[in-house]
């Protein structure tokens, strides 16, 4: 199973073929919810935490990966039996994602 070690920042509003997002790690997603004071949420659908905030008066709305939708990966590698997981961006450290994973494996 592959997952995700980035998040997406997006402008608003969303333009098909127009609007671009910009990549942010997993930390940072933290940093901008807590700077722009926006209360971060949990998608059970998507399994995904988001925010949202504006800056410069221009709304945006930032998806990212955190504990909740790491720990659903985890046990979704656990019910199919799978052999393991790759990272996407694995050179964006954070921290909570690896004590999860040793933890959940028993590594270390």
Request: cysteine-free.
């Amino acid at each position: 199973m592959d997952i995700p070690n980035y998040g997406y920042d997006w402008p608003l509003p969303f333009v098909r073929g127009e609007t671009v997002a910009t990549t942010i790690g997993n930390v940072e997603a933290v940093q901008i919810a807590i700077q722009n004071h926006s209360e971060i949420r949990y998608d059970a659908r998507a399994q995904f935490s988001y925010f949202q905030y504006t800056r410069d008066g221009i709304a945006h709305e930032v998806w990212f990966e955190d504990v909740r939708s790491i720990q659903k990966k985890v046990d979704l590698i656990k019910e199919f039996g799978l052999r393991g997981a790759g990272y996407w961006q694995i050179m964006r450290w954070w921290r909570a994602n690896w004590v999860l994973m040793a933890e959940a494996f028993q590594i270390l």
